[in-house]
């Protein structure tokens, strides 16, 4: 049990000090967006963000296919 616990304790701290090192290194030191609207890949493919397209669809007063039939 004691095992157990201190090989998961060294993967964990394993694991942080390379996403330090990650960030030291890199040149603004920090992450990229993961954000899908960040992507210039996803926005030319035309997807976008859950948000935004919630958002697009209260804009255009167009009801989502579940909600159509539940208004009948």
Sequence with gaps: MVEII???TL????SVVFLCIKLVFRKDGRFSSQHIHDSKA???RGIHCVMDQDREMRRSNR???SER???K
């Design 6 to 8: 201190i090989i998961s």
């Design 11 to 14: 993967i964990i701290a394993i």
């Design 42 to 44: 996803m926005r030319e």
């Design 63 to 65: 009801l989502a296919v």
């Design 69 to 71: 039939n539940i208004n």
